[in-house]
């Protein structure tokens, strides 16, 4: 029998971490030694609390359903985080835990985009938003990050890309791939072409806490916004917990319930006991520590990476100012990023991503993850570094 496959699956991506892990790790059990810079994911444990409060609710039961929309004991711990960390009155009513913040801009998606309506997201970007965006039959509209500007979102393009179309913007600050941010002004003018316009806004914040020197700012806290934005956000990458699989969104309330339905006829709910541990993440101070000790860590390698790359021939690097991410320009090195990535990989054993995996506006760049060791990131830029010098094509 040849199954037949619904149109739609034609239109689903994928995501090219996984694919070059998947590769890497092909690689590793033929007895290659790799270097992975290619997968957003700390190296750190969870903080031991965290585990302790995920054990104890194990213990104590947590392993049945929960509501939908998550335990309301969870679901207060995270409104009075975000109140605490955006400085705006969120109500548990309007939380909705999902098993992963990708969910949350799928279930939104789902309840408010019809087939033909445009979507205005990032480029480069997190490659869930396009596959999204264009598995439930909507039109991405591009807006190009450029490394002149920090990768900051271009406003003018952003204002030419609204048509009658447009039901919604996808932000993400600080950014993937790019460590880029948004300003305070950034946010101030997308808020007021949202809500000019009449349109949804979903606002990825999962790096929020990883910013150096930053002060992060989010368009749930801007005037007139709270009705129309659906913050994404979650614990897997503040907390190193990124098995546990708990994202949240908050949004309005009818739309929360919406997310509600969806969660009904998905995953049902996400697991108990991680929600126990979530409490634990949110509202100690034990857990605030850690996460400030692995954003100074972070810091400290993201200047080694830096400087390891603009020491590299051929390749420039922005210094990001939050998440976890290099995305160095290699125009100069004579390679297309597609090529380099997979030699790379392959010739001097350094798993790191082509930027086109993010979208056309990462030509001419890859991404690195600053998520291993010093020791390790040391290897891997000298083994780089070894590579372009004997395969030399740099240009002037």
Aim: aromatic share 6%.
């Amino acid at each position: 029998m040849t199954i037949r496959f619904a149109e739609r699956m034609s239109r689903l991506g994928t995501e090219g971490a996984f694919e070059v892990l998947a590769k890497a790790r092909r690689l590793e059990a033929d007895g290659k030694r790799i270097v992975h810079l290619e997968i957003g994911e700390p190296d750190f444990a969870t903080p031991d609390n965290i585990i302790e409060a995920g054990i104890s609710a194990l213990q104590n039961g947590f392993t049945h359903y929960t509501p939908a929309s998550g335990i309301m004991e969870t679901r207060k711990a995270v409104a009075d985080f975000v109140t605490r960390m955006l400085k705006t009155d969120v109500d548990p009513t309007e939380v909705v835990l999902v098993p992963g913040s990708k969910n949350v801009l799928l279930f939104t998606l789902l309840a408010c985009i019809e087939p033909g309506d445009e979507v205005i997201i990032p480029d480069p970007a997190y490659p869930a938003y396009h596959s999204q965006v264009n598995f439930i039959g909507a039109i991405p509209r591009l807006v190009k990050l450029r490394e002149e500007t920090g990768f900051r979102m271009d406003l003018d393009e952003l204002r030419s890309q609204i048509t009658p179309k447009t039901r919604l913007v996808i932000i993400n600050t600080p950014q993937n791939p790019t460590g880029g941010v948004l300003t305070e002004e950034d946010i101030k003018t997308i808020c007021e072409l949202v809500q000019e316009h009449d349109l949804m806004l979903v606002s990825d914040e999962i790096y929020s806490q990883l910013v150096y020197g930053f002060h992060h700012v989010s368009p749930l806290s801007q005037p007139g916004m709270r009705e129309r934005t659906v913050l994404m956000d979650g614990l897997s990458k503040s907390y190193a917990m990124t098995g546990w699989r708990l994202g949240y969104a908050v949004a309005p309330r009818e739309l929360a319930a919406k997310l509600d339905t969806l969660m009904i006829n998905s995953s049902s709910c996400a697991a108990g006991f991680t929600q126990m541990a979530a409490i634990e993440a949110l509202s100690t101070d034990e857990s605030e520590r850690a996460v400030h000790r692995m954003v100074k860590v972070f810091e400290h390698r993201r200047n080694l990476v830096v400087d390891g790359l603009n020491a590299l021939p051929g390749v420039r690097c922005a210094k990001p100012q939050g998440a976890f991410y290099a995305f160095p320009n290699i125009e100069g090195t004579g390679f297309g990023e597609r090529e380099l990535a997979e030699r790379l990989l392959t010739e001097a054993g350094v798993a790191v991503l082509p930027g086109t995996a993010f979208g056309e506006g990462g030509k001419g760049f890859i991404r690195l993850a600053y998520t291993q060791s010093e020791d390790e990131l040391t290897e891997g830029l000298g083994r780089i570094r070894g590579f372009l010098e004997k395969n030399g094509r740099q240009k002037g």
